[in-house]
């Protein structure tokens, strides 16, 4: 919880800012090179490692579960009072769910803006499952399975090792561009530096949730999301901790299915040979729709699915193979793929099973032939891939197959009129792929400006998960790449998780060059 102290030391060091800031002459950010501007951020930054520290640890001590209305509607307030200090202005959007915090910063003079999205709020705890409390940011001298032990932050004098990591809930996802955000602006600002853009900020705060009641609000207010380029700041970076640019992700559909025996489970003696039985039916249905290798089955599934383009194939010819690694660490003799890099293997629909549910084994095995089987199936979709079609042709494998197909639990009468019932339940109504182009203006003036700080930047053309990103693509036109700032192993949404402080000055770095430079080409 806020205490007065921090409160009075932050708002002594704003004074010294605005001092500065009047004092300072604003330097045009084309007479300094990406290198400078880093350089000057830099130095910003090793002079207040600790307040900073002090500020992320702050913002990371409001609770943050979405569900809990009067926890998000603290968070929101308490971010926005950061804002309003440099000077945005902000607002909360909200149509029904937890609040939206909306900040705006106008340059005189920009012709474009940016918009730049992260979440401030987090994934349920289990508090017993930590080895320190969530909401009590706590910081280490190194990754707590090597042993790292607490340090005080107000005790620590000197630079802040950049190795040293921050445990808390939302540390690494995705609290951090807030305090990124507003010390970079101070620290442009200190040094005379003017930003090139407009800067819009959209801070959600049901994104775990699957963020509900985004598309309302975007749709309430019509005009004021409008920008250039939206960046959207959130999930892991790459392994190899080099700078990263991703430019898609996946949709989704989720199934279940359910096969049927007879209507009560049966002696698998006296039935056995003569019964349905509901589990080999679901095997063999199962391996009908996808082979060992991953490959879907259903006809026409790879129809609309976009081919790379050469940049997007460049992109993953120049990325880092993690598959050794991967393999490893996950004890995985021969991935699915049949030999494809997962770079690649992620830009295509994945046919996953996700559970299995029906009889008992070992203590609980039963000898009987049961009544039903039921599996659920996570579905990945790419772009182009609708999900009323993939819905289509999945029925019409599955009544290829000789299915009767119901939606709810068939009749008796079902049952006794049809060789074999399938039950589908489809799972909400799902969504599609999304791909940025990478040969876009925007996308390669991006490129462009980040190479300049990180010349081995790593451009991604798709992640593999999914990102709530169709709230604003079915709704804008506006290119959205994803810029992420976290490290790989923030153990994000379990117990434990945490930001290593270089992810943090890493971040900084780049925020500042591209508000300083973004707009001037
Ligand atoms: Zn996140």
């Not at 045009?28 to 090179?33: E, I, P, R, T, V």
């Not at 199936?377 to 494998?397: A, G, K, Y």
Request: proline share 6%; hydrophobic share 40%; with cysteine.
């Amino acid at each position: 919880m806020p205490s007065r102290t921090l409160a009075a030391t932050a708002s002594l060091s704003i004074g010294t800012l605005l001092l500065l800031f009047t004092t300072a002459q604003p330097v045009l950010a084309q007479a300094m090179s990406t290198l400078e501007i880093a350089e000057a951020i830099h130095e910003y930054r090793v002079e207040r490692e600790q307040r900073i520290v002090q500020d992320f640890a702050e913002l990371l001590s409001f609770p943050n579960v979405a569900t809990n209305l009067d926890d998000m509607d603290a968070n929101a307030e308490h971010i926005m009072g950061l804002l309003d200090e440099r000077g945005f202005s902000t607002r909360v959007l909200q149509a029904g769910g937890a609040p939206y915090v909306y900040a705006e910063m106008m340059t005189p003079g920009a012709e474009e803006t940016l918009l730049i999205y992260a979440h401030f709020d987090g994934q349920p705890v289990q508090v017993e499952n930590w080895a320190y409390p969530p909401f009590q940011p706590t910081l280490l001298d190194a990754p707590l399975q090597d042993g790292g032990q607490a340090i005080d932050i107000a005790s620590v004098t000197g630079a802040f090792d950049p190795e040293w990591r921050i445990y808390a809930r939302s540390a690494g996802d995705d609290k951090m561009p807030v305090i990124a955000m507003i010390h970079v602006i101070d620290a442009l600002r200190a040094n005379g530096i003017g930003l090139s853009v407009n800067l819009k900020l959209l801070l959600d705060g049901e994104e775990e949730r699957g963020s509900p009641t985004l598309g309302q609000v975007i749709d309430d207010n019509p005009g004021l999301l409008d920008a250039d380029l939206l960046l959207f700041c959130d999930g892991p970076m790459h392994q190899s901790r080099r700078a990263q640019l991703v430019f898609g992700v996946r949709g989704g559909r989720t199934l279940d299915i359910t096969t049927y025996g007879a209507n009560r489970p049966l002696h698998s003696g006296h039935y056995g040979n003569w019964a349905p039985n509901p589990i080999m039916q679901m095997a063999y249905l199962l391996t009908s729709m996808r082979d060992e290798t991953g490959r879907i089955l259903i006809d026409g599934y790879y129809d609309n699915v976009a081919t790379l383009s050469e940049s997007e194939r460049a992109a993953i010819a120049a990325m880092p193979s993690i598959e050794e690694q991967l393999k490893d660490e996950l004890a995985v003799h021969t991935p699915e793929g049949a030999g494809t890099r997962i770079e690649e293997l992620v830009t295509l629909p994945a046919f996953n099973a996700r559970g299995i549910a029906g009889g008992g084994v070992g203590n609980q095995g039963r000898n009987i032939i049961l009544t039903e089987t039921t599996v659920s199936l996570n579905l990945r979709l790419v772009p182009n891939q609708q999900p009323d079609r993939i819905r289509r042709i999945i029925e019409e494998h599955i009544e290829g197959e000789g299915y009767y197909i119901v939606h709810e639990d068939p009749t008796d009468e079902i049952l006794r009129n049809h060789a074999k019932v399938v039950k589908l339940d489809w799972r909400g109504g799902g969504s599609s792929g999304l791909r940025t182009s990478m040969d876009g203006e925007m996308a390669q003036r991006l490129i462009a400006l980040m190479q300049e700080m990180t010349p081995d930047l790593i451009l991604t053309p798709t992640m593999g998960g999914g990102l709530p990103l169709n709230a604003f693509a079915d709704r804008m036109e506006t290119p959205i790449i994803v810029l992420p700032l976290a490290n790989h192993d923030n153990n994000q949404h379990g117990e434990n998780e945490n930001l290593r402080l270089q992810n943090l000055w890493d971040a900084m770095a780049v925020y500042g060059v591209v508000l300083a430079r973004f707009g001037q080409p």
